[in-house]
């Protein structure tokens, strides 16, 4: 009777929702009629073709603002990671010491939510490189650190991976149905691994990569203390990545969600390849996948000294 009750009451916004969407669609198109007569009229130099919504996002005592620019960025305010900021913040070997710096990577940032968080968290006391490749979540990234007017925090429209290459990125075509089906902001599940549940084989662009020790000697990057990674299957790869690298490069702490289908964390690739580079399993905790989703094992790491 509820879900039912629930139904209804959806069905009443979302009418009238689909009623002034078809009108933004209508005049948006008449718009853009009287914006190009003549060659382009002045008096619509500032047209856009997109609606400017921005929705606070509170956690814990931290706000930042976010650009919406369809559902898929208001589902995630609600579904965004947000194990990685309570850990840093009551991270007792780095809080409280002046002499120590925090750099933290998030690798697969998508629109940014949880590296926007840390970056109004660390504000002079550390910097966050956020690493997002696929260029429609990238726009909303950079849009949302304007937004904030943040200056500690470095958006990198570029791939992890353990070589440097191009390479297929594809695309999650699951809940794309329109015609075009380009990608929007905010959608997860795409990655350089092909995933049959979510990817179609000839639904891809190809991508810029480049391993972990490079991208830091490349553009002179400071060496993470911290380093986050959700990247949908292509996890191994970059922690591969990482463990291939000098010692000199390794990070204090590696946050990751493990996505492969194990009954023990003992068993992954990633925890292997973690354990052979010295790295101690602080903690995990199991979330529940769905079916076309494995369950994710988001786990922290610590470097041993």
């Not at 382009?40 to 047209?47: A, D, L, V």
């Not at 702490?253 to 964390?265: F, G, L, Q, S, T």
């Not at 003992?266 to 399993?281: G, H």
């Not at 769905?290 to 790491?301: E, M």
Request: charged share 25%.
């Amino acid at each position: 009777m509820y879900i039912i009750f629930a139904k209804i009451i959806y069905l009443g916004f979302s009418i009238p929702g689909k009623i002034l969407n078809l009108l933004k669609l209508f005049f948006g198109y008449l718009a853009s009629r009287f914006v190009f007569l003549f060659g382009g009229n002045i008096f619509f130099k500032e047209f856009e073709t997109d609606i400017n919504i921005v929705k606070n996002i509170k956690h814990q005592d931290l706000n930042i603002k976010v650009k919406l620019n369809n559902y898929w960025d208001y589902w995630r305010i609600r579904n965004f990671e947000s194990y990685p900021i309570n850990y840093l913040r009551k991270d007792k070997d780095f809080n409280g010491s002046d002499d120590k710096k925090i750099i933290f990577y998030e690798i697969g940032a998508n629109t940014g939510y949880c590296s926007l968080l840390l970056s109004k968290f660390l504000e002079n006391k550390g910097k966050v490189y956020s690493f997002e490749i696929e260029p429609t979540n990238y726009k909303t990234l950079c849009n949302n650190i304007i937004l904030n007017k943040l200056k500690n925090i470095t958006p990198m429209n570029i791939g992890v991976s353990d070589e440097d290459k191009i390479s297929k990125f594809y695309y999650n075509t699951k809940f794309l149905k329109k015609k075009n089906r380009l990608p929007m902001s905010s959608m997860g599940m795409h990655s350089m691994k092909f995933d049959k549940n979510v990817h179609e084989e000839n639904f891809y662009c190809n991508s810029t990569f480049m391993t972990y020790q490079n991208i830091i000697e490349t553009f002179k990057l400071e060496v993470p203390t911290h380093v986050y990674i959700d990247a949908y299957g292509a996890e191994e790869s970059i922690i591969k990545s990482i463990t291939n690298s000098d010692t000199k490069f390794l990070p204090a702490k590696v946050m990751v969600d493990i996505e492969e289908n194990v009954k023990k964390i003992e068993e992954s690739k990633i925890f292997k390849m973690l354990n052979s580079k010295n790295y101690q399993l602080l903690s995990f905790q199991r979330e529940k996948g769905v079916s076309y989703l494995p369950d994710n094992l988001q786990s922290i790491f610590v470097l041993k000294k």
